[in-house]
C-alpha cells in the first residue's frame, strides 16, 4: 500500500549516520530530527524531536558495533516512532543483526534471526527493508512485509570496469554458489567453487578443494558477508595454489570482525570490493578496499514504498519479471 498522501520521514540511529544522511540526499529530503542519550546505567533514551503524527516515517539502523546498544536503539525508536503516532514504521535494516542465526544446526539452541524479525513486529515495525540476507528464506521470519534488496547490481557494475578477460566468479564455499548465480548471469563469467570446511567454532575455515577451472585466471571471490576475514584468506591461499593469476575479492556486507582488515591485506588480494550497508573505520580501511554506496539503491527502495510502487521493479530483467 502507497502512502503519497502522508508526508515521507526519514529517521536514523547512530550505527550508520553517514549511510542514512546519503539516503536523504539520494532522496532530497532532510535527516529527521531526533536524538539518543545514554545514562551511566546504560540506558538509553530516545527522542523523536519533531512531529511524525500520520507520517510515512522510514527508520535507518544497521548491525554493527557496539551491536546490542544498536539493536537496544532500534527497538526504542520503533516504539518511540508509534507513540509517537507515526502512520507507518518501515525500518531500513542494511545489515540484519544476528542474521547467521538462522537454523538450529546443533541442540538447545536459539534461532535467533527468528527471535529479531519477532522483536522487530513486537516493537511496532510495519514492513522492514534488508539487503542480501545470509539465506533468502529469512526473509519467511517477518510476518510483516520484508523486501530483500541486492547488491549485487551494484557491485557488477564496478567490476565491468575492470578487465574481466579470462576471468572467472569464484564461491569460497557451496552455500554461495546460489547467490553467484546473481553475478554468472549479469557478467556472463563461469563459475567456480570452493569445497570449504569448517571443523569447529574459530574463525579457521579449512578450505579442501576447488571444482572448477581456475588456472591462469582473474579468480573474484564473491560472498555476503566478510567477517573474521577467514574463508577469504583461506580461499585465496588455495586459488593460487591452484594456479589463479590473480585474485580479488566482493561482499556486500563488511563485518570487517577481529583481525579481518590485517587478514585480507596479508592475503595479498588485488582488490577487496564491499559495500556500506555497515560502516568500516579509518583503523579497518587499507589501499586495495573499494567501497560502493547502497544508497542509492536504499533511496529507491523508500520512494517506491512511499509510491506504493513494486520494490522488484528495481531488479527487473534480470531477476524479476516486469511487474504488470
Ligand atoms: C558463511 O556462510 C558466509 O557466507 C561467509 O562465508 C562467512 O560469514 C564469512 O565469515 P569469515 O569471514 O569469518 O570467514
Redesign the pocket.
Known sequence: MGMSDSPMKVFAGSSHRGLAQAVCDSLGVPMGRSSTVRFSNENLLVQIEENVRGADVFFIQTACSPLHDHVMELFIYIDALKHASAARITVVLPYMPYV?SDKKDRPRISITARLMADLLETAGADRVVLVDL?APQIQGFFRIPADQLMAAPIICEHLRTRDLSNAVLVA??A??VKDLIKYTGRLGLPMAIIDKRRIDDS?T?HAVKVIGDVEDRVCILI??????????MTAAKILRDHGARSVMAACTHAVFSGE?SRRLQAAALDEVIVTDTIPVGADKQFPTLTTLSVAPLLARAIESIHAGRSVSRLFAGVDAPEPE
Open positions: 547467521r545470509h569460497p564455499d552455500g554461495e574463525d575455515a560472498d555476503d558477508e566478510i567477517a573474521s576475514g577467514g574463508t577469504m579481518a
